[in-house]
């Protein structure tokens, strides 16, 4: 069982292992595994410059606009390029701890977001966003449109989200659809309007 600070490589998405094993010179001959503490070690260092983690993100549909809030590190906020987020005055930093919750300006809020449409103004920010995120541990997609679910998390790619909670009208209609974008994303707890799902 690993210690609380250490990771297993089998949890990180295929991509990252990819790039991190070649950073090792001839891994076999020096007898590495990847359960190993060297590979943990050369884990948590590639991520920590490579990728960081998001504690939350909420998308919010307010009935005519798409509402983007990310819960991450002080020290993540320049990694993810959300430096004009905070220029924006929209920073709280939150009470003892290093975290700050951002909320995007104005002109960053996506006028729609349609099903065969995925490079528009949100979608195309979240791309970048998940291209730098190691993992996301509270995703909530609020009040959204089932037709909002699927470029949403076609933009995620195959970043691993631990924990995700969607509500909205209709959400039920599309329970299946959810549960394999859930898999996808190696998720652990998944609620859809309020109730847990068994994944």
Same mark, same amino acid.
């Given at each position: *069982? ?8 089998a ?8 790039? &991190?094993?070649p950073?090792v010179e001839?891994p076999f001959?020096t007898?590495?595994? @990847?359960?190993? $503490? ?8 590639? @991520? ?8 939350? *993100?909420e ?5 005519? %606009?798409?509402? /983007?809030?990310?819960?991450l590190?002080? +020290?993540a906020?320049? $990694? #993810?390029?959300l %430096? ?5 005055? @929209? ?5 003892n701890?290093?975290l !700050?919750k951002?909320? +995007?300006? %104005?002109? *960053? ?5 349609y !099903?065969?449409?995925?490079?528009n103004?949100?979608c195309?920010y979240l791309k ?7 993992r =996301?541990?509270?995703l909530?997609i609020?009040? =959204?449109?089932?037709? #909002? =679910?699927?470029?949403?998390c076609?933009?995620?790619g195959? !970043?691993r989200v631990?924990?995700?909670s969607?509500s909205?009208i209709?959400?039920?209609k ?6 394999? /974008?859930a898999?996808? $994303?190696?998720?652990?707890? /998944? +609620?859809?309007?309020?109730? &847990?799902?068994k994944?």
């Open positions: *069982m690993p210690a609380p600070n250490e990771m297993i490589l949890d990180l998405p295929p991509d990252i292992v990819r790039a &991190i094993v950073l001839d001959e007898g590495m595994r @990847l359960i190993s $503490h060297r590979w943990n070690s050369l884990a948590s260092e590639y @991520l920590n410059q490579r990728y960081r983690p998001i504690e939350n *993100m998308i919010s549909w307010t009935g005519y %606009d798409i509402k /983007l809030e990310v819960t590190r002080k +020290s906020v320049g $990694h #993810f390029n %430096d004009q987020w905070q220029q924006s005055k @929209l920073v709280r930093q939150l009470r701890t290093d !700050v951002i909320s +995007s300006p %104005d002109y *960053m809020i996506a006028p729609k977001l !099903v065969d449409d995925c490079e103004e949100v195309s970048k966003i998940a291209r730098s995120c190691s =996301i541990k509270w909530a609020n009040q =959204i449109k089932t037709s #909002f =679910i699927a470029p949403i076609a933009s995620l195959s !970043v631990k924990s995700i969607i909205g209709g959400v039920w599309i329970k299946a659809e959810i549960a394999e /974008l898999q996808k $994303h190696k998720t652990e707890t /998944l +609620s859809i309007g309020g109730q &847990i799902i994944l």
